[in-house]
């Protein structure tokens, strides 16, 4: 990216969650402030890369949810936040998130991101309606997906080798921030290990 590089987003959301860490928050509210950062950087990034022409053509709107049939690989800290978003539902949206995560558990047992989408499970956060039930708390994957073209997501998800045009600056932005929290997470002496999602709320106590 001209005159600004994805390692500054990486830099950027670490130093946000570090210093979470140092003013002695939990791994939620340093989730929470990597997050805060990367949407400033990425604001940045939109007007410096003129990037507004490209988002404009990105087909993603509420209740698409395609893409949320595949391994979300998270940190302990993106499900803090997840945790805690589910913990303010009401108890019969966790028993029926606790009910999706033991069938996406169940049918994901030992699959590969391949195999996880032929089988089409799905995110046991996605409601009925297509919505994500945990928008605000979305994991940093979540927020890297994009796509120009709804048509050839749903095509893939049916199983056609179709590739699905993406803005790579965003998918790079946080995929980048990602990493970022994971160092901090490591500095901080916190378990930084890549898991499931599903299979992480899965074993949540909900
Ligand atoms: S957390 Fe939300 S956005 Fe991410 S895969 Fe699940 S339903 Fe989709």
Redesign the pocket.
Known sequence: MAGLGYSDARRQAAAAAAQAFAQGKGMAEATRAAIAATDMFFDKARRVLNLDPLLKQQACAAGC?W??H?I?AISAAELDL?AEAIAAKPPEARAAIAARARDAATKGAGLDQRQWWAARIR????EDDGL????EA??L??RA?NSADAGACRRSFEGEPVRTPVLAAQQGIWAHAQAGLGEALVQAKRPAEAMN?ALAVAALPL
């Open positions: 949810s893409c949320c595949q979300v997840v995110c046991p956060l996605l994500c039930g945990v928008h979305r994991p994957p979540c997906h999602l």
